[in-house]
Structures are given as C-alpha cells and as structure tokens.
C-alpha cells in the first residue's frame, strides 16, 4: 500500500472515531447534568443508581479535589461515578439516613388558602381625563408582584387595596411589594375614573384560593403531612401563591368529569369545613405542607424510598375516585429523571389499570399528590397529567417532598 493511501485510511479512521466520540462525550455531559450531586439512603440500604448498570461508583476521600463541599460530611460519603468503570463522570455524596416511616393516604382534601398579601393577577388601564393611564405599571409593578403595604399600611385582602387607594385622595403613595422573593419599594398615583369617583391604580388583585387535591402521606411520628406533590399556583398567573394562613378540610368525591386528550377530567366533590385534617404551614414547589389535627394508633406505615431505590416498571397509585376510601390502581414508571432542576417531574407514569381507565380516562385534576407505591415502599405522588394524553403523567419522588417540607 503507498503512502497516499496510508494517509487516506488514517485520515478516514480519524474522522469516524471523531465521529463515535461525539455521541460518547455527549452522554457523559448528559449524566453529569442529569444525576444528582446528593443522594440519600436508608440506614440498611446499599448505594446503587437503579436500572443504570452501565455507572460504578468508586470511594472517593472527602478532602480530594473534585469532592461535593456544599454538603454536610456527617454520615456521608463520597463517591466518584464512571462511566462503564472507566471514564470519569462526576462526584456525589452519598449521605446515610435513617430509614423513613410515612403512612400513605390517597385521601381526597378540600384546601382553602389565604394568601400573605395579595396577588397581582391582572392590569388594566384607565380612561380619565388626562387619557388612559395605569398608575400601578408606571410606578413598575408587573403582573406576579405580592402587595405587601399600601401608604404604609399591610394589604391582606381586595377590599384592603380599595380602602386605602380611595382614602387616599388622589396624592401619592408608597407600595411595598414582593418579586421573586425579593421586596422592592416604590410609588404611584391613584387616579380617578371616568367610570367612576374613587380613586384606582389599574390593577385586579388576589387574595383566597381553593379546590381538591389528594394527600399523599402523613408523618404521625412528627404530626405533619404532605399533599399535592406541587404547589398552589394562581389560575391566572401561574405563580405560586404567597401562604399566610390556610387549612385543609375532609372532601368526598362525588362526580367525575372524565379527561380526553386536550381537555383535562377533573375530580369534583363536597368540603366538609367541619371535618378539619390540618393546617397549613408551607406552600412550596414541591407540595402543601402541614401540622395534623388528627390522630393515629396504628397508622399503616410503609417504608419511603429513595430516589435511587424507584426502578422502572409495574408500581400502583392509592387514589379515590368516590366517595372518601382510596383504592389502589396499576401504573407503570415509564421513565425516571434525576435531574435537578425539574423537581416536581422525577417520573412519567401511564395509567394501565382498566377500571380506573374507564372511569376517569386516567389522571384527571384533583388526583394530584395520589401516593406512588412500588415494592412495599412510598416512591412518590402524582403531579400533573399529560393534557394530550390522559393515561400518562408525571411523577415526584416522595424524598423530594419530604426533604424539602424538612428544610
């Protein structure tokens, strides 16, 4: 063979393994991005990454370059991942805890919820005599914002707002408000209507919500629980709604409005206000959380896995589809997620049992926070279904939940 030909051959063998590498590179900054830098596990379990035997997991001393510091060393561990044993992905910790007691519910609530200020949920201008206008968007107020204080006095309802601005005369006021967590000042004008004598700012507020979702578990060794598997945001907005007070009372299913790709089913039932389960002390991403007003000698317990522990494959969700009495009904985990950033979308299920199919069309609105069980233990809650397909869905592991109403 001539020396062209040679330089040929290496030239395309260059290129194609080029062209394998890219794939291969690919996947590890896939997996570094998509597994945790964190997992836990149970005082009696091993540390394994389910259905993923292609990663191995090595010691790693906590000092060396390249460790987790961001975490607590205390019964941890931590652990560098590779890639078929050989390529390095990334480090994690793995961190020992004590195995989690939770009694799963599948119990339908009514939620009644008083927001910690009010929600801007709306803005419209107004037509006056100087023209149209909207003092509350010239002042910097967006869609989303929490009023905390109007003239320097707490707002905590709709008819709060409308007191102070038409008391106030036309002059200017201060507005202290919250945007992502954050609180700002700044002032604005009411002004004065055509449509009308009081004065306004252009905004339309909100300050209560309520509806039915499930509990997915109660803590009776702590009095809490846990529901939804994701918060209570507003309708409009779609932000979630600042907590200052709420509760969660008993609700019996007593009407189904089944799901067909494109519109959602939903779950409608009666409040019973004088059956009260909790009060509300948390809304978050991840759930409602709570303290318990009730009580249990022999509550059924079950273990609460893992992340690492949920595998793919047969599992069931304990719902009620009627009356107030969950039922279990079969699923299957289609897929699993560690990815960090999506904490409320650790799973997609899909419906597989028939007669919860026949009468629902599979996840409808209200069986948010139904408990995920697979192999004796909690795994997770439902979360939000598919709207163009009502059989599948998404999932939460039970440990973000529990950890994150323990933060």
């Known amino acids: 063979m001539d020396h062209c030909k040679i330089k040929k051959w290496i030239h395309v063998l260059s290129i194609s393994l080029f062209s394998l590498s890219i794939p291969f590179f690919a996947m590890i900054g896939y997996l570094d991005h998509a597994l945790p830098d964190l ?67 599948g119990t ?50 709709n008819e ?8 106030c005369g036309g002059r200017q006021v201060e507005c202290v408000y919250r945007r992502d967590g954050v609180t700002h000042t700044t002032w604005l004008t009411p002004m004065q209507s055509l449509a009308g004598s009081a004065y306004r700012i252009g905004i339309w507020v909100r300050d209560s919500t309520a509806g039915i979702g499930t509990l997915t578990y109660c803590d009776f060794s702590q009095g809490t629980f846990a529901g939804l598997g994701h918060g209570v945001c507003d309708v409009d907005t779609g932000e979630l709604m600042p907590l200052m007070s709420g509760e969660i009372v008993g609700v019996t299913i007593n009407e189904i409005v089944k799901g067909q790709a494109g519109t959602p089913g939903e779950l409608r039932g009666v409040f019973h206000e004088e059956n009260r ?23 059924y317990l079950l273990p609460m896995a893992f992340r690492q522990q949920v595998q793919e494959g047969a599992a069931q969700i304990l719902t ?11 699923i299957t985990i289609e897929k699993i997620s560690f990815a960090q950033d999506t904490p409320t979308k650790n799973m997609i299920i899909r419906i597989t049992d028939p007669d919860l199919l026949a009468q629902t069309g599979g996840i409808v609105q209200g069986m948010s926070g139904s408990p995920i069980l697979q192999n004796g233990m909690l795994v997770g809650a439902v979360t939000h279904v598919f709207v163009n397909d009502p059989t599948k869905g998404y999932g939460i592991f039970a440990e973000n939940m529990y950890f994150d109403a323990a933060s």
Not at 120 to 129: A, F, I, K, R, Y
Not at 282 to 295: H, P, Q
Request: glycine share 10%; net charge negative.
């Open 277 to 299: 389960i909790g009060t509300l002390t948390a809304n978050r991403d991840t759930g409602v959380f709570g303290d318990l007003l009730l009580d249990s000698a022999n509550p």
């Open 160 to 167: 709060d707002v409308s007191r102070i601005i038409s008391d």
């Open 39 to 105: 997992y836990r596990e149970g005082d009696s379990a091993l540390f394994s990454i389910a259905s993923r035997p292609y990663l191995q997991a090595e010691s790693m001393p906590a000092g060396q370059s390249g460790a987790p510091v961001s975490v607590a060393r205390t019964n941890a561990e931590v652990l560098r991942l590779k890639l078929f044993g050989i390529f390095p992905i990334k480090s994690v910790t793995v961190q020992q805890t004590q195995t989690v007691m939770l009694a799963p519910c």
């Open 108 to 157: 339908p609530f009514g939620i009644k919820m008083v927001t910690d200020g009010v929600l801007v949920v709306g803005m419209s201008n107004l037509e006056t005599q100087q023209g149209s206008a909207n003092p509350a968007k010239d002042a910097g107020l967006e869609i989303g914002d929490v009023l905390c204080s109007l003239d320097g006095q707490p707002v905590q309802s």
């Open 320 to 330: 009620t589809i009627d009356g107030n009495t969950p039922q279990l009904f079969d």
